[in-house]
């Protein structure tokens, strides 16, 4: 099905992960998917928008429901297209960091030996990498054991570690804007097709985020119909 996807709608998909990530999220619900689809740069994004229904009212209402998760990135406020410019990419930094210390080094706790004005010499995320390199010249190049958390080299490949998973309704939501596409013989998946998937759900969050915002789904429907009739 993702193969159908317009690059576009990838894009909507992966902020949703970021959006969550961001929030302190642990998943990847319908209201950030409907958060990153009124942030995207489409006619089906600009309905919501002059609607009511932007990213600022939408992020609100999700915080006001649901609150802020525990461990909010501390890289989600960073400027991803900036740093991308230049040749910096945040997946890859985060991916590198919790591979070196840990999948939880950027949002737990920091450790005790890092807070303390004098260093704990044999504790600590230093001097667990500094013995990883020590077993990997003792061994000249040969892979660490599996099974030991923080056995990957700093340098490795980005990990799958930190992945955020779809909440059912969410997955569902991806399959209905097939259906969506199929409805108006498309053959492809659009913004505009997951936008009126979101918004065929009849439970969750999003009912409630539109009722909050004041914006009847039946009138969000029809306006995002009809600009993409008018457009072709």
């Known amino acids: 099905m993702f193969e159908r996807f317009t690059d576009t709608a990838r894009h909507v998909v992966v902020q949703a992960q970021a959006d969550a990530r961001r929030l302190g999220h642990?998943?990847?619900g319908c209201e950030h998917l409907l958060l990153a689809a009124a942030a995207a740069a489409e006619p089906a994004s600009a309905v919501l928008r002059d609607q009511g229904v932007t990213p600022e009212r939408i992020e609100a209402a999700i915080?006001?429901?649901?609150?802020?998760?525990?461990?909010?990135?501390?890289?989600?406020?960073?400027?991803?297209?900036?740093?991308?410019?230049i040749g910096i990419d945040l997946d890859v930094v985060r991916a590198r960091?919790?591979?070196?210390?840990?999948?939880?080094?950027?949002?737990?706790a920091l450790p005790a030996a890092c807070r303390s004005r004098r260093p704990a010499w044999g504790k600590?995320?230093?001097?667990?990498?500094?013995?990883?390199?020590?077993?990997?010249?003792?061994?000249?190049?040969?892979?660490?054991?599996?099974?030991?958390?923080?056995?990957?080299?700093?340098?490795?490949?980005?990990?799958?570690?930190?992945?955020?998973?779809?909440?059912?309704?969410?997955?569902?939501?991806?399959?209905?804007?097939?259906?969506e596409a199929k409805a108006l013989?498309?053959?492809?998946?659009?913004?505009?097709?997951?936008?009126l998937a979101l918004l065929a759900l009849k439970d969750g969050m999003v009912p409630v985020i539109?009722?909050?915002?004041?914006?009847?789904?039946?009138?969000?429907?029809?306006?995002?119909l009809a600009r993409y009739r008018k457009a072709s």
């Not at 010249?137 to 955020?164: E, K, M, Q, S």
Request: no cysteine; glycine share 12%; proline share 10%.
């Open 124 to 179: 600590g995320p230093l001097a667990e990498l500094t013995r990883r390199r020590r077993r990997r010249r003792a061994r000249r190049g040969a892979p660490l054991p599996a099974g030991t958390r923080g056995n990957a080299p700093l340098l490795a490949d980005p990990a799958p570690g930190g992945h955020i998973p779809f909440t059912p309704r969410a997955k569902k939501s991806l399959e209905l804007s097939l259906r």
């Open 63 to 85: 915080l006001r429901t649901i609150g802020r998760g525990h461990k909010a990135d501390p890289l989600g406020g960073i400027d991803r297209q900036a740093l991308a410019f």
């Open 185 to 195: 013989h498309d053959n492809h998946i659009g913004v505009q097709h997951l936008t």
């Open 210 to 224: 539109l009722s909050a915002l004041g914006a009847p789904t039946p009138s969000l429907r029809a306006a995002i």
């Open 97 to 108: 960091i919790e591979a070196a210390f840990g999948p939880d080094a950027l949002t737990g």
């Open 26 to 28: 642990n998943y990847i």
